[in-house]
C-alpha cells in the first residue's frame, strides 16, 4: 500500500468522524497522529519490532506542531483582535455605534435590519471574531427589531448572517490563520479584506430593503429622528472608527515610506487604545475580567482547532496529497476557471458539516497549491497567468474567495456556529428559527461571491494601490 493510499484511507477517516460529531480539532489531532504511525511503520515493511519505532517518530512529529505552530508573532493577532472587540462591547460603544446607524438609517424600509448589517459592520472592523459579532448583536439589535414588530425568525437571521462581516472586514482571524497556512504577508491580506467585507454589507442592506418593499410590514421603517438627533449619535460611535484609523495608519503609513510597525503591533496598540477609552468611559474591573475571560475562552477554541488540525496537515505532507492533488488539477481538461467555481462550491459543501476554521485548515494545505498551479505558480507574472494576474495576487485574490466561502460555514445547517451562537443568546429563539431566517442571506453571498470572481479588482484595488503588489 503505498503512501498515497494511506493519505486517502485516513482522510476518508477523518472525514467520517466529523460527519459524526467529533470535533475537528480532535478528529484531526487523532487521524493525523494514526496516519505518521502507519506511514512510518509502512516505510518498515510492517515489521512488528518497528512498531515502537513508528509510534515514537510519530509522537515526536506530531508533538512538535502545537509549540512550533503556534509560538507565531503572527498569530498573537488573533487574541489581541479578539480582545478589541469584546473591550469595545463592554465599554459601551457597540450600543453606541448601534445607536447612531439606528438614526441615520432607520428610515429606510427595513430600516433597523438595515442598521444592524452596517453597524455589525462596523463593529467587525475592531472585532476579529465572526461569532463574538453575533452573540454582541443578538444582545443589542433583536431586542429593538422584536420592538418594532419584525419577525423573531428575520431579526435572528439578520444578527447571525452579518455577524459575518468579521470574517472580511479587518482585523479577521480568519484571514491570519489564511495568511499563515500559505505564507503570504499578513498585512496585505487584512487589507485585501476592507472593500470585499464593505461590498458584502452594502449586498446584504439591498437585500433587506428589497424584502422590506415586496413584503408588508416585513420591516417598518424607523422614523423621528431629526438631523441634530442624528449628528449627537456620532461622538459615541468616532471612537471605533478612531481605533480603525490608527491601526491602518500603523501597519500600511499612507503618508509613504515603511510602515511604522507590524500588524501584530497594531493590533497590540488598537487593544490599548481600546481598553484606555473603555476605562474612561467608566468601565471596571468586572467588566474588564470578563471581556478577558471571553477573550481567552475564544482564543484557546481557535488555537485548539489550529494545533490539532495541523498534527492532521503535517500527516498530508508525508502522504504527498497536496502534490497529487495538485497535478490532478492542472491535469483537468476545462478552463481553470471554471475549475476554481467547482473547488468554491466543493467548500459550500464542506460548509454544511465543518466550522470556518477547521475547513480552512483542512483544505488549503491541498488546495492552495492546485490552484496557484492552475493560475501558474507562485511567481507567474500577470501577463503569463490563467487569471490575469501575478502569484501574489493571484493568492490573494483566492484568499479573499475562500474566505468568504468559510462564512457561509457560520450560517449553513446543520453546522452553522453563528447560528447556534444566536440561539443560545436568545433563548427565546430556536436554532431552526435562526436558519429559517439567514436563508434569504445565501442569495446575497452567493451574489457577493460572483461579484468578487467576476471582478477581480474589487479584491485587489487597496493592495495594488498602498502596496503595489
Known amino acids: 500500500m503505498t503512501s498515497i493510499d494511506i493519505g486517502l484511507i485516513v482522510s476518508g477517516f477523518m472525514l467520517f468522524m466529523v460527519l459524526i460529531g467529533v470535533r475537528v480539532a480532535f478528529a484531526a489531532a487523532l487521524t493525523g497522529l494514526t496516519g505518521l504511525i502507519w506511514i512510518f511503520w509502512a516505510k518498515k515493511g510492517y515489521d512488528p519490532t518497528e512498531f515502537m519505532w513508528a509510534l515514537t517518530v510519530a509522537v515526536k512529529t506530531a508533538g512538535q506542531v502545537p509549540h512550533s505552530k503556534i509560538a507565531s508573532q503572527a498569530l498573537s493577532l488573533i487574541p489581541t483582535f479578539i480582545l478589541i472587540g469584546y473591550l469595545a462591547y463592554y465599554a459601551g460603544l457597540t450600543k453606541a455605534l448601534f445607536e447612531a446607524a439606528k438614526r441615520w438609517l432607520g428610515w429606510l424600509p427595513g430600516g433597523l435590519a438595515v442598521s444592524t448589517v452596517f453597524a455589525t459592520a462596523g463593529f467587525a472592523a475592531v472585532s ?36 459575518t462581516l468579521a470574517s472580511l472586514i479587518p482585523p479577521s482571524a480568519i484571514l491570519v490563520i489564511y495568511a499563515i497556512i500559505v505564507e503570504q504577508d499578513v498585512g496585505r491580506l487584512l487589507l485585501a479584506g476592507f472593500i470585499p467585507g464593505a461590498f458584502s454589507a452594502v449586498i446584504y442592506g439591498l437585500l433587506v ?26 461622538p459615541g460611535a468616532f471612537p471605533i472608527f478612531f481605533v480603525v484609523a490608527i491601526i491602518i495608519f500603523f501597519i500600511y503609513n499612507p503618508f509613504g515610506g515603511d510602515a511604522w510597525g507590524t500588524p501584530t503591533e497594531g493590533g497590540a496598540l488598537g487593544a490599548f487604545v481600546v481598553l484606555i477609552i473603555a476605562l474612561a468611559k467608566g468601565m471596571r474591573w468586572k467588566q474588564l475580567k470578563e471581556a478577558l475571560m471571553e477573550t481567552a475562552k475564544l482564543t484557546v477554541m481557535i488555537f485548539t482547532i489550529i494545533w490539532g488540525v495541523l498534527i492532521y496537515v503535517r500527516f498530508l505532507g508525508f502522504a504527498d496529497l497536496p502534490g497529487v492533488f495538485s ?3 492542472t491535469s483537468l481538461d476545462q478552463s481553470p476557471m471554471l475549475t476554481l467555481v467547482y473547488i468554491l462550491l466543493a467548500y459550500a459543501v464542506l460548509g454544511m458539516f465543518m466550522d470556518a476554521i477547521g475547513m480552512l485548515l483542512l483544505t488549503l494545505p491541498v488546495v492552495y497549491p492546485a490552484v496557484m498551479a492552475l493560475n501558474g505558480g507562485e511567481f507567474v507574472s500577470a501577463a503569463d497567468s490563467a487569471f490575469g494576474m501575478s502569484g501574489t495576487a493571484c493568492a490573494i485574490w483566492f484568499g479573499i474567495l475562500v474566505v468568504k466561502m ?13 447560528c447556534f451562537v444566536v440561539a443560545g443568546v436568545r433563548p427565546d429563539i430556536t436554532v431552526q428559527q435562526v436558519f429559517w431566517g439567514v436563508t434569504p442571506f445565501f442569495v446575497a453571498d452567493a451574489l457577493t461571491i460572483a461579484g468578487l470572481v467576476a471582478f477581480p479588482g474589487i479584491v485587489l484595488y487597496l493592495p495594488r494601490l498602498l502596496l503595489g503588489i
Not at 418594532?148 to 447571525?160: L, T
Open 128 to 163: 476579529g471574531a465572526s461569532v463574538a459579532t453575533a452573540a454582541v448583536f443578538a444582545r443589542i439589535a433583536i431586542p429593538e427589531m422584536l420592538a418594532q414588530g419584525y419577525d423573531k425568525r428575520f431579526a435572528a437571521g439578520v444578527v447571525a448572517a452579518a455577524g
Open 209 to 234: 430593503v428589497g424584502l422590506a418593499l415586496v413584503f408588508k410590514d416585513f420591516g417598518p421603517p424607523v422614523g423621528g429622528f431629526t438631523w441634530k438627533q442624528r449628528f449627537q449619535s456620532l
Open 327 to 329: 497535478d490532478w488539477i
Open 406 to 418: 468559510a462564512e457561509l460555514c457560520l450560517i449553513t445547517p446543520p453546522i452553522g456556529l453563528n
